[in-house]
């Protein structure tokens, strides 16, 4: 009888307890909802056809020189950007402002119908009329020049990066991560150049800047940047190899960065930088063809 009336207590005390509301409970269950408590998390799209690229506005006094830019050029306006990048490759650095007056530069690679046409030869790998002429070296290009009269002169290093930027302030022209509707690289150029102008534009309307066939700028390489001066800058008055700027299809991802730098020997066609973040040496076929630009007096 007693163990009966201690058993009835007991019973009385579970009875509630089960039964209340158990406050400390609930801040628990606040703590650590059901998965069907939870609130639907929506993530940001990263999904590379989403990303846009924005053309960049000129004036309506600019589009009188756009108007007057000679066949296959594109207007560039020119402006002050930050060159290189600190936290890279060391020949890459130091970051310095750089400004440049307005210019003209192709929309496409010279062509090897183009080629063909001023030179009489096509010295390209892969040969077709729209594909980028290929296996020349910077002395070749200068022939080009010669003949081409006033019509073709080399971008300047500061030239060809600022139109590769199109105002961007990521590792290529259309953001942080690789987007194959802008470029020909390793991943989809199934080891070839492919016809000039067959991937999208940047904000200036330039085609294939990053991939497809590497581009002989006209300075002279250093291995870092001395600064001489701000405006229109054109590198060391002399030197022993010339740079090539943007990649190629047989590049990975790390060599189509828009401050990515490789130098070149005039004479030759081997490149002599292997890294990380580039190249893979090809010592048989190194694919760099060229852009021309133009001075607007």
Not at 95 to 106: A, G, I, Q
Request: aromatic share 14%; net charge negative; with cysteine.
């Amino acid at each position: 009888m007693r163990l009966f009336k201690l058993f009835i207590p007991f019973a009385l005390f579970f009875f509630l307890y089960a039964c209340s509301d158990k406050p400390v409970d609930k801040a628990e269950d606040a703590l650590h909802p059901s998965l069907s408590e939870l609130p639907e998390i929506i993530e940001e799209s990263v999904q590379l056809s989403d990303q846009r690229i924005v053309p960049i506005k000129i004036s309506p006094e600019d589009q009188k020189k756009a108007d007057k830019a000679p066949e296959g050029m594109v207007f560039i306006k020119g402006g002050c950007f930050v060159m290189g990048n600190d936290y890279t490759q060391e020949d890459e650095k130091p970051e310095h402002k750089v400004c440049l007056s307005d210019f003209y530069m192709d929309k496409f690679e010279v062509t090897q119908t183009r080629w063909e046409k001023v030179m009489g030869y096509n010295p390209s790998k892969f040969s077709g009329a729209d594909l980028p002429v290929e296996q020349v070296n910077y002395e070749n290009v200068q022939k080009f020049i010669k003949k081409s009269r006033d019509n073709c002169r080399l971008p300047t290093e500061a030239e060809w990066e600022y139109s590769a930027r199109g105002g961007a302030q990521t590792r290529y022209f259309w953001g942080n991560m690789v987007n194959e509707k802008y470029t020909w690289y390793e991943e989809n150029s199934k080891g070839s150049t492919q016809v000039v102008g067959s991937k999208l534009p940047n904000q200036y309307g330039l085609y294939d800047m990053m991939g497809n066939v590497w581009e002989w700028v006209d300075d002279w390489y250093e291995p870092y940047y001395q600064i001489r001066t701000q405006n229109n800058p054109t590198g060391p008055e002399i030197g022993e190899s010339k740079i090539v700027r943007g990649g190629s299809f047989d590049s990975s991802a790390g060599a189509l960065r828009i401050t990515n730098r490789v130098w070149l020997h005039p004479k030759n066609k081997v490149f002599p930088k292997v890294t990380t973040y580039g190249q893979i040496m090809n010592e048989v076929y190194n694919f760099i063809g060229f852009r021309c630009a133009k001075s607007i007096s």
